[in-house]
């Protein structure tokens, strides 16, 4: 079934990771799709795959972002916001350069994408989805600068939708725990740098932590966010959809 027939969506950060497995989902269902991001050949090969459109830019330069909407010539029912950075740092020695990057990416990169959109979304009430992370709600003092800018997208996402809601725009968040991405090879290279070990081996320690036992793969992530978009969702406005496994769920208590 194409639950998305005949829609036009404008997906960020879509050249690895969640956006990619998003884009590729919503194709299949139908959506005619514009991705936006940094990623070069990578940008480009899923656009030829999946028949999109490629708009390289970067969601903190407003003429990048305005590229974005005008390939969407004139017409947009789908925002999936999936652009962001993170890079490890502490509340005692955050830098203001990394604060700043951090806030801009996946702040005011993602405010600056849905405000222009939002001219074209209010016009048959169309949806948008932020990726934010479960760092939102159970930070740890390592991803001081990730964690908040999360929060402060969910913040935000609460707001669109009470603005939005006047116009039938739906707006809502999804809020990932571990997923097996680019973003989380990358964290795992720094612990297993600090511990000694390998990336697989923290792999392995962070995936016995989850109530599940292991790490979603971005399509389990890509399906939330489809059923965000969908009609399946019409009355689903400012949530945020948890997908983290039972991540933080008391594993310890787990029958064996």
């Excluded at 991405?181 to 392995?204: D, I, R």
Aim: glycine share 10%; charged share 20%; proline share 3%.
């Amino acid at each position: 079934m194409e639950r998305l027939k005949g829609r036009r969506a404008l997906i960020t950060g879509a050249a690895t990771g969640i956006g990619r497995a998003t884009a590729e989902l919503f194709a299949n269902h139908g959506a005619s799709i514009v991705v936006f991001g940094l990623g070069g050949s990578l940008l480009g090969d899923l656009a030829a795959q999946i028949r999109a459109k490629a708009v390289h830019g970067d969601v903190t330069r407003a003429d990048d972002v305005e590229a974005a909407l005008q390939a969407c010539d004139g017409r947009l029912d789908i925002v999936v916001n999936a652009a962001g950075i993170i890079v490890p740092d502490r509340p005692e020695t955050v830098t203001d350069e990394n604060w700043a990057n951090t806030f801009a990416v996946n702040v005011t990169g993602t405010m600056v994408v849905c405000r222009a959109a939002l001219p074209l979304l209010q016009r048959k009430g169309g949806t948008i989805v932020n990726v934010a992370s479960v760092a939102a709600f159970n930070s740890n003092p390592d991803s001081v600068s990730y964690a908040a800018s999360k929060a402060a997208l969910v913040s935000y996402t609460r707001s669109l939708a009470y603005a939005g809601g006047i116009y039938g725009v739906r707006a809502n968040a999804v809020a990932p725990g571990w997923v097996r991405t680019p973003m989380s090879e990358y964290e795992m290279q720094l612990a297993a740098g600090k511990n000694g070990s390998s990336a697989e081996v923290e792999f392995e320690a962070t995936a016995k932590r989850i109530a599940l036992g292991r790490m979603a793969q971005p399509t389990e992530i890509a399906a939330c966010c489809l059923f965000l978009a969908s009609d399946e969702a019409s009355f689903v406005s400012g949530t945020v959809l948890v997908a983290d496994g039972g991540g933080r769920a008391p594993v310890h208590s787990r029958a064996i």
